[in-house]
């Protein structure tokens, strides 16, 4: 049996080595890609992001857990390189981690962030469809939302949901890093601590003329995720907003979007590859920098030589 016959029978070790094969990018990831394409678009992926130690993982743990209490089978991609999944976790998310690794009907995947070359949102897009293909029902993709690279891999999921903690500035924060552009879900956890109220009532403020705007909801669910309070509330607006994209209005819409994402992406993606393998490799750059040191053109006759001129490859 080939890595895809086992793949298209269910087995998780098949899934595994696809996912790896093309986070290395190797020889055939665009054709396994293509290849299953046709199988993808029936999982909802969902972006979970905030700073470090909002809480992100263990609403990620609970919410698998409920997921697949209710005969969902699930996905989780860790992007958050401090993230418990990744092994950078103390002891105490150790063993919860290992309350997941137990659960047969959860893939776990932590994603390398280094020497993805700026791919990251790319790769992390490419291995939701995997595991869409694979039949997952749900993905979960936890990124710490500091940058704009998790910005650009929360873009890749079909809803985020922005984790928020009842610390002072943390809207203002929340709100220069741009968090607030890609919610469509507010989890404000540790609702146990004071100021959680005051960070909601912050949040509606910011959101109120979005939501006048668009007539969408943008709900602010205050959870404790340790204690198990409000992952009710949450997952049923995860649930309404999985709703909203399937929805017949928006779904074409929604579609649309996704696809011109990824072409945009992996043309981007694939371009960028080639222009640091072939076209300007250390190798070549290293001569044209000696060529225009030592007074021999310049960057943009270079570039545009480059660009129009094949016979440079
Ligand atoms: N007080 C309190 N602590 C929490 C809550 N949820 C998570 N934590 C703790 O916050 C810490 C960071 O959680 P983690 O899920 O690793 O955060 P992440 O960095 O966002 O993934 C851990 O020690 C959790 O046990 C909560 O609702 N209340
Ligand atoms: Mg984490």
């Given at each position: ?32 890609l ?10 909802s992926?969902v ?79 490419e ?20 940058g704009?690279?998790e ?23 929340a ?47 205050a ?15 995860i ?15 929604h ?12 043309v ?24 225009i ?9 270079l ?11």
């Amino acid at each position: 049996m080939s890595t895809l016959e086992k793949f298209y029978a269910g087995d998780a070790i098949a899934l595994a080595k696809i996912i790896t094969h093309i986070e290395n990018r190797g020889p055939q990831t665009d054709q396994i890609l293509a290849e299953l394409y046709p199988r993808t678009g029936k999982a909802s992926s969902v972006g979970v992001t905030g700073p470090p130690g909002a809480g992100k993982s263990t609403l990620v743990d609970k919410l698998c857990a409920m997921l697949t209490d209710s005969g969902k089978t699930v996905g989780v991609i860790a992007v958050d390189p401090t993230s418990p999944f990744t092994g950078g976790a103390l002891l105490g998310d150790r063993i919860r981690m290992q309350d997941l690794t137990a659960n047969k009907n959860v893939f776990i995947r932590s994603m390398a962030t280094r020497g993805s070359m700026g791919g990251l949102a790319v790769s992390t897009s490419e291995v939701i469809k995997v595991m869409d293909a694979f039949g997952k029902d749900i993905i979960l993709v936890e990124t710490v939302g500091v940058g704009q690279v998790e910005l650009d891999v929360a873009e890749a999921c079909d809803i985020t949901i922005v984790v928020l903690v009842p610390e002072s500035g943390d809207s203002v924060q929340a709100l220069k890093a741009g968090l607030m552009e890609i919610a469509d879900i507010f989890c404000v956890n540790k609702a146990d601590r004071e100021g959680s109220g005051r960070i909601v009532s912050e949040i509606n403020m910011i959101m109120d003329v979005k939501r006048e705007k668009s007539g969408r909801e943008f709900p602010i669910v205050a959870t404790e995720a340790v204690n198990n309070v409000g992952l009710d509330q949450l997952m049923e607006k995860i649930n309404m907003e999985i709703e909203r994209i399937k929805s017949d209005e928006f779904f074409m819409k929604h579609r649309r979007r996704k696809i011109r994402y990824d072409i945009m992406k992996t043309v981007e993606h694939r371009l960028k590859n080639r222009l640091r393998k072939d076209i300007l490799s250390e190798e070549r750059l290293s001569g044209y920098i000696e060529d225009i040191f030592n007074g021999r053109g310049n960057p943009y006759d270079l570039a545009r030589r480059l660009i129009d001129d094949k016979s440079e490859e």
